[in-house]
Every structure is written in structure tokens, then in C-alpha cells.
């Protein structure tokens, strides 16, 4: 198993304030989605790592969303945030 996997997380990405997605709609590739509460780092993630991996990933967990409307996501596709 690849590392990125271990992290159990849908959606990998990078160079994104997913923070700031909270309560908007965004989409991904072809996905609609809307961005419910911050995923907080529980203590299996620390079991797979190292003792006090926790603490500098509060708040950078990542996000729990809700998939609005179907489609395909492909490895690359933007993350952007829908108009009002």
C-alpha cells in the first residue's frame, strides 16, 4: 500500500486552502460538491506513523464533504469553487 492510502482520505490533494471550503460549494473535475466541518487527525493516523504526529495536524486534516451532484474525478482535475 502506497502511503497516500494509508491516510485514509477519498481525495488527495495539494496546494489547496481546503480550510476555506467549509460551507461552500466547489467542484471537483466533474464532481459538485459542498464542504461540511475541517477533518480533524484521529489516533489510528498516529498509529500508522509515529507518537506525536497529531498536534501539528490540527485544523490540517483535511475536509468532510458532501458529493452533490455525480461525475468523474480524475487525477490532476481542478479544485475550484462554485459562484454564488
Known amino acids: 500500500m502506497r502511503r497516500w492510502e494509508q491516510a485514509r482520505r477519498n481525495v488527495v490533494t495539494r ?9 461552500q460549494r466547489f467542484t471537483i473535475g466533474e464532481v459538485t ?3 461540511r466541518r475541517l477533518a480533524e487527525p ?13 498536534r501539528p495536524l490540527v485544523h490540517r ?12 474525478i480524475r487525477a490532476g482535475d481542478p479544485i475550484s469553487r462554485c459562484e454564488a
Open 61 to 72: 486534516g483535511g475536509l468532510r464533504a458532501d458529493i452533490l451532484g455525480g461525475g468523474t
Open 42 to 54: 484521529c489516533a489510528h493516523l498516529e498509529k500508522l506513523a509515529r507518537p506525536g504526529l497529531l
Open 15 to 23: 496546494g489547496i486552502a481546503l480550510n476555506a471550503l467549509v460551507g
Open 33 to 35: 460538491c459542498v464542504g
